[in-house]
């Protein structure tokens, strides 16, 4: 691709070798609309802008519009936009302002399946003396909803629930959840990272009060997010400092991101209006055609509501580590449960706490898609998967006698 800066962006040509990449949960490839809409802002328009004179203002106006986009996508009114470096960080903003302004006797409530960006901060405050409730799921990640109305105390400050799983895709129903909370006094912040551009959101219909967002799993860049505070809500910034983003979180705006986030939001506000079709009926027919063509295999969270784009499959008889190694063997990038945990030895929350006495976790991939995948890779993931799984179980019955690796034995024969 080549836009008018003369900017060359080609999605594949990146890398030496040709890949199919299915870890869209993960991270996404930028747009190239996106790009473009950003590179101004990375050369000749690098005003500050808080400035005052009118050279700044270019960027300044660049905030304004993408705040607008934003809102747009979001339902909810541009000023209750706070633009943030991302999940992470809009996550933490609001555990720290709601324990901020909580009486003592402080108690919150999180899902025992949240990204670790919200469980972390829970268990941080949980050393300092707050007390937590985390809730279990049932086999499929369902929350039980008076299971967690019974769990609201008066002194709760605060209840955090993710809108989409990022392992499961399993959603959430937040609509609701925010209505009980709205009730019974308690703030709501819902962390929407996986939800957003994957299903309809009007925040102005619900009683959220937080939402919580990152431009880099919808094709826009990375170190950017937003997080929403609904007018009625009052925030204690995290980071003080100059009185940017109307004196709720200081710092020199990142204007090139921040621009590239708002494009991403009008592109995904136009792929929603379409349906999200392609991604969905790819999702749909990977799933499909991997439980029929391979035994013991069945889908994390298949009786739930889910996002359209994400497959969470067990397989029996494989460990997902090993199944990962020959995946990027060939080209294929799929990820064992959260990029964040991809290295580590530990197997999965989410699929522990939907089944705690199973080995799910050590057995499960994660497959997640986007607009940018083609019919032609799926053809080829649909092929590939079947067969190193069938490998791997072939290895495993004689590692299992004579106590060899399954990972080292499937390499040189890998399909
Ligand atoms: C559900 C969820 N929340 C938060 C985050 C963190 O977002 P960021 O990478 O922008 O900090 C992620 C990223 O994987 C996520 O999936």
């Not at 006094?185 to 994957?198: E, N, P, Y």
């Not at 209006?273 to 969905?280: I, K």
Request: charge should be neutral; aromatic fraction near 6%; charged fraction near 20%.
């Amino acid at each position: 691709m080549h836009n008018s800066s003369g900017f060359t962006y080609n999605r594949t040509a990146m890398t030496d070798q040709q890949f199919i990449y299915l870890d869209n949960n993960a991270t996404t490839p930028l747009d190239s609309e996106v790009i473009e809409e950003m590179l101004p802002f990375l050369t000749t328009f690098y005003g500050n802008p808080s400035s005052g004179y009118a050279f700044a203002a270019r960027a300044r106006k660049a905030i304004d519009l993408a705040r607008e986009r934003l809102a747009a996508l979001l339902g909810c009114e541009p000023p209750e936009i706070v633009f943030t470096s991302g999940g992470t960080e809009s996550n933490n903003a609001v555990i720290h302002s709601a324990l901020q302004f909580a009486p003592l006797g402080k108690h919150v409530i999180a899902s025992a399946v949240e990204h670790s960006a919200v469980l972390r901060p829970f268990q941080d405050v949980e050393k300092c003396g707050c007390s937590v409730t985390f809730l279990g799921v049932d086999r499929d990640g369902n929350l039980d909803l008076a299971e967690f109305e019974a769990a609201i105390r008066p002194e709760t400050a605060l209840v955090s629930m993710m809108w989409a799983n990022n392992e499961t895709g399993v959603l959430f129903p937040v609509e609701k959840i925010a209505g009980i909370c709205r009730r019974k006094g308690v703030l709501f912040h819902t962390d929407a990272v996986q939800a957003l551009a994957k299903i309809p959101i009007r925040l102005r219909d619900t009683a959220v009060d937080f939402l919580s967002l990152s431009a880099h799993k919808f094709h826009g860049p990375k170190g950017v997010g937003a997080l929403y505070v609904n007018r009625r809500t009052r925030l204690s910034p995290l980071i003080a400092g100059g009185g940017q983003e109307n004196a709720r979180r200081g710092g020199t705006e990142n204007v090139a991101g921040i621009v590239g986030l708002g494009k991403a939001a009008e592109l995904a506000a136009k792929y929603l209006a379409e349906g999200n079709c392609s991604v969905r009926s790819m999702r749909d027919r990977f799933e499909k055609a991997i439980l029929e063509s391979v035994s013991g295999a069945s889908v994390n969270g298949a009786d739930a509501l889910r996002i359209p784009n994400t497959s969470s499959l067990s397989f029996e008889g494989i460990e997902s580590s090993a199944v990962l190694l020959l995946l990027d063997r060939q080209g294929i990038c799929c990820s064992a449960g959260s990029a964040c945990r991809t290295g580590s030895q530990e197997a999965s929350h989410v699929l522990r706490a939907m089944n705690p006495n199973g080995d799910g976790a050590r057995r499960s991939l994660r497959f997640s898609f986007s607009r940018f995948n083609t019919e032609a890779e799926i053809d080829r993931a649909v092929e590939i998967v079947p067969k190193v799984i069938e490998k791997l179980r072939q290895t495993a019955a004689p590692m299992q006698r004579g106590g060899f690796s399954p990972v080292a034995m499937a390499l040189p024969g890998t399909p």
